[in-house]
Structures are given as C-alpha cells and as structure tokens.
C-alpha cells in the first residue's frame, strides 16, 4: 500500500520515518522530493572493464571504479554518461515501510534518468540513497547540488523485514 501524504506526516511526528533534513514543502501527495548532494562519483576513464563477479564479492570496489568530485557550480553531464549521486536527506525507515526511488517526470522528459535498476529502499535503512544518473538524451544536462531530482514513495509492508546489507547505514558516496 502506498502511503498519502497525510499518512506519511503521521509516520514523521511518530519517529518512525525520518528524512534529515526535512522540508515539508517536498512532501507531494504520495511521495517525498529527494535532492542532489554536492559529491557525485564519476567513472574513471582509464577502467576499461567492470569485472561483475569482483563486485559481487567487494560492492566498495566501486571506488577502485570510480573517482570522487564535488560539484561547485553544476556538473555537465555528457549524453550517454552515467555517474553516481547521493541525497542531501538521510532516510531512516522502520521495518514495516520500504521506499521506491523515482524520477521527477519535467526531468525525465529531458532525458535524465535518476536510477538505472536499483530503486528499492529496505526497510530499516538509515542512510542517504544513491542516485545512478544517466543522461539518455543527445544533450549535455547540468547538474546542480540542491536541486530536487528524485523522489521517494513509501510502501507498506505485510509484514516486517530489517535490511542488513552493506548499504544499510551509507552516509558518503
């Protein structure tokens, strides 16, 4: 069951989903407005190939992969380019509610993609979410820190299950 925007403050004022910081100008009908942290981690262009049985085994080796940049101004992201962001907000959650990461649909239609499969938020997460951002359009997009790219709908959960996995408390990208 997707939760309303009346249900989702409930959940706030309890203590049982917590976004730091929180505006409430972001809550929308169903979903919370994410926004773009200042560092993004970038692909490095001397890595020519991505061993998926060496990431299964070490999910860090990311970072052998990747190189870190803060954004000063905005980031141009080239068409084709994928590169990884991270939310301003931390979100904790309780063990009865899970999270999907979406899109804002006036940036969708320019082309960006917020997520490339990775959209579940676990129950029980306490962590800032990460954001593969790909440009499928023909066009560079700036990116800027601050800015409201995703969003989050929360789900309730038959049930509970407490996500225990490496990711579960990622402050850093």
């Given amino acids: ?11 706030i004022r309890k203590g049982r ?16 407005d994410l926004t773009l942290g200042r560092v993004i981690r970038i692909f490095r262009e001397d890595v020519y190939d991505i061993d998926l049985a060496e990431v299964n085994n070490d999910p860090n080796i990311i970072r ?8 000063d101004e905005f980031y141009p992201l ?5 590169v990884l962001g991270i939310t301003e907000e931390i979100i904790r959650l309780p063990n009865d509610i899970a999270g999907l ?12 993609m917020i997520y490339v499969s990775a959209n579940l938020v676990q129950p029980g997460v306490n962590n800032r979410q990460i954001f ?3 440009n499928a359009s023909r066009q560079v997009i700036k990116l800027y820190p601050g800015l409201k790219i995703g969003q989050i709908i929360f789900i309730r959960c038959e049930g509970e299950s407490e996500y225990s996995g490496i990711w579960k408390n990622q402050l850093e990208i």
Avoid: H, Q
């Fill in 1 to 11: 069951m997707i939760l309303t925007r009346d249900v989702i403050l409930d959940e």
């Fill in 17 to 32: 989903i917590v976004i730091e910081p929180f505006n409430e100008k972001n809550l929308g009908p169903v979903s919370y």
């Fill in 64 to 71: 052998e992969y990747t190189k870190s940049r803060v954004i």
């Fill in 78 to 82: 080239k068409p084709g380019e994928l």
């Fill in 101 to 112: 990461l979406i899109g804002r649909s006036r940036f969708a239609r320019m082309g960006l």
């Fill in 132 to 134: 593969e951002i790909y």
